[in-house]
């Protein structure tokens, strides 16, 4: 299977989970809703990952050992919140979070996406209007006037061009080598580069908002799926991708491993800002630390969501001025020699 199929995507996963849980709560036993969930299956690679299943169960084994065999194919959070779900008796239950933190994750990187998507669109056209100008248009006034008789703004605008049509291939080579640094520090050393990305001004506040919400709205779900405080932020580390957040949890765990309350913990790493200080003391008060967590990420995401939308509704006039400048400049700079020929006649 292994090396014939590809390995199913992150979507055909997600909805087979789904039809999982739809025909659980339909009332069906678990092998025959894994029987049901694989009819027109259009996935391959799907359809033998659920057969096996199949025949494990039948076997007596349970359905997280079944899908163990198939780590590689599948997400080490998914399988271990299956597993900690099935011990408890709430596999239902656990296959819910799963989808509903999966939704959760797709909507914050759509609200992420949008975002950035618009000023990264604008730029780039600006950036290739200027060059196309730069280097096509303008150069054909200088040959037409020649450069004595040109203004001033075109010849400043010229000697740019020509500065960068001169050492072209070292900005190429210049950029190129930038991009292979990037990725291989992104990939070498990701500590360092979440390290350096929260430093940066816009994309931090979008980068901590969507991982505290992440983090709480993980917490919450697992804690109401009956998972133990420890395996709780085992599953939720596991679950992130970014080591500064990581190592904040695995230090919160080590505090409650040793015995201290959620409250204290948070108050030692640096998630402790002064609201989630406040919900996670008042649900400890109450017993519903689980709640607490998933107010606190609901609050992340209304957070999130008035900062991009405030966002986009900054970026959008600012760039349409720069990208007015620059194209107003290269205008101007292009009808001047057309303007003084006109005064000669």
Same mark, same amino acid.
């Given at each position: ?22 025909? &659980? ?7 025959? =809703? ?11 690679? *799907? ?29 080490? @959070? ?28 797709m909507a914050m990187k759509e609200q992420l996406t949008k975002a950035l998507r618009y000023p990264l669109i604008i730029a780039a056209v600006a950036c290739a209007v200027a060059l196309l100008m730069m280097t096509w248009v303008l150069p054909q006034f200088e040959k037409l ?17 020509? #500065? ?23 990939? /070498? ?6 390290? *350096?990305?929260?430093?940066?001004? $816009? ?6 908002? =969507? ?5 709480? /709205? ?26 500064? /957040? ?19 913990? #948070?108050?030692?790493?640096? &998630?402790? @800002? ?14 519903? $630390? ?8 609901? /609050?992340?995401?209304?957070? &999130? ?17 720069? &990208? ?22």
């Open positions: 299977h292994f090396i014939k199929t590809p390995p199913p995507s992150r979507k055909e996963w997600l909805q087979t989970m789904s039809q999982w849980l739809e025909l &659980l709560d339909c009332g069906l036993p678990l092998p025959e =809703a894994l029987k049901h969930s694989i009819h027109r299956h259009s996935s391959r690679s *799907m359809k033998w990952l659920v057969n096996d299943c199949q025949e494990a169960i039948k076997q007596g084994h349970r359905l997280s050992s079944a899908l163990h065999h198939y780590s590689d194919w599948l997400p080490s @959070s998914d399988l271990q919140t299956i597993e900690w779900a099935e011990s408890s008796g709430q596999l239902t239950q656990g296959i819910q979070n799963i989808l509903t933190l999966k939704q959760q994750q006037f020649g450069s004595t008789g040109l203004p001033a703004l075109t010849k400043n605008v010229l000697a740019i061009s020509a #500065f960068f049509g001169q050492h072209a291939l070292v900005f190429i080579g210049a950029f190129c080598l930038m991009y292979v640094m990037t990725k291989l520090v992104r990939h /070498y050393c990701p500590a360092f580069w979440r390290r *350096m990305t929260l430093k940066l001004p $816009i994309y931090r506040q979008l980068l901590t908002g =969507a991982r505290e919400q992440q983090v709480f /709205y993980q917490l919450g779900l697992s804690l109401d799926a009956g998972i133990d405080a420890v395996n709780t932020l085992r599953l939720t580390t596991n679950n992130l991708n970014c080591p500064v /957040y990581k190592a904040q949890l695995e230090l919160i765990g080590y505090h409650l491993q040793r015995g201290l309350g959620w409250s204290q913990a #948070f108050n030692m790493s640096t &998630l402790n @800002s002064a609201k989630t200080m406040s919900f996670i003391q008042a649900a400890e008060k109450s017993g519903r $630390i689980a709640q607490a967590f998933k107010q606190l990420g609901a /609050y992340q995401q209304k957070q &999130l969501e008035i900062y991009t939308e405030r966002l986009s509704t900054y970026a959008q006039p600012l760039l349409m001025l720069i &990208l007015g400048g620059i194209i107003g400049t290269l205008l101007v700079a292009m009808y001047l020699p057309l303007f003084s020929l006109g005064e000669q006649f």
